[in-house]
T-cell receptor, first 115, second 109 residues
Framework: DAGVIQSPRHEVTEMGQEVTLRCKPI?????LFWYRQTMMRGLELLIY??????IDDSGMPEDRFSAKMPNASFSTLKIQPSEPRDSAVYFC????WGQGNTEAFFGQGTRLTVV | GQQLNQSPQSMFIQEGEDVSMNCTSS?????WLWYKQDPGEGPVLLIA?????ELTSNGRLTAQFGITRKDSFLNISASIPSDVGIYFC?????????FGTGTSLTVIP
């Protein structure tokens, strides 16, 4: 399995622009998580999906952030408009509940810089 | 959200030394996980623990799920330079994973 795939790996954008981050979870996994990592706050859960349905989005910082999962193999995290304080590394992770033993597997992340 | 206290925050050790780090929580978890993150990469799963008291090894790594289900430790024996990185603990409760703040490990050759 190729693992969790995220794109792009790096994104530099100007303040006010729309940013879209993409994630392909591991095939067969029914949970997908979006995390943000910064030096100050560590790994923060933004939102997670189960079977493509958003379950908990309480970690989404503002209305500027939105996430979708149109099908089991694709999810996006969008920031519109972006601000410099959104600069961070954004990780997508997926997990499977079915077997009872569950671990979260991470993608390589998207490093976002908003200037 | 759940708070995981991970210590130490950073470690500087000589190659060949053993390393120990731990995580504690005020809440009970059903699963404890340990990850390693290299610079510019995502966290990679090292060890998963599913039962209170469970002791699991993965090469030079050993981790234990505390009896109270509120803590876990990770030991690395005979450290080598490639052990450098940030180690995170994570606890799972329900469908969510909660992460510690990380232990930065530096191995001096």
């Amino acid at each position: 399995d190729a693992g969790v795939i995220q794109s792009p790996r790096h994104e530099v954008t100007e303040m006010g622009q729309e940013v879209t981050l993409r994630c392909k979870p591991i095939s067969g996994h029914d949970y997908l998580f979006w995390y943000r990592q910064t030096m100050m706050r560590g790994l923060e859960l933004l939102i997670y999906f189960n079977n493509n349905v958003p379950i908990d989005d309480s970690g989404m910082p503002e209305d500027r952030f939105s996430a979708k999962m149109p099908n089991a193999s694709f999810s996006t995290l969008k920031i519109q408009p972006s601000e410099p304080r959104d600069s961070a590394v954004y990780f997508c992770a997926s997990s499977s509940w079915g077997q009872g033993n569950t671990e979260a597997f991470f993608g390589q992340g998207t490093r976002l810089t908003v200037v | 959200g759940q708070q995981l206290n991970q210590s130490p925050q950073s470690m500087f050790i000589q190659e060949g030394e053993d390393v120990s780090m731990n995580c504690t929580s005020s809440s009970i978890f059903n699963t404890w996980l340990w990850y390693k993150q290299d610079p510019g990469e995502g966290p990679v799963l090292l060890i998963a623990l599913y039962k209170a008291g469970e002791l699991t090894s993965n090469g030079r790594l050993t981790a234990q799920f505390g009896i109270t289900r509120k803590d876990s430790f990770l030991n690395i024996s005979a450290s080598i330079p490639s052990d450098v990185g940030i180690y995170f603990c994570a606890g799972r409760t329900g469908n969510q994973f909660y992460f510690g703040t990380g232990t930065s490990l530096t191995v001096i050759p």
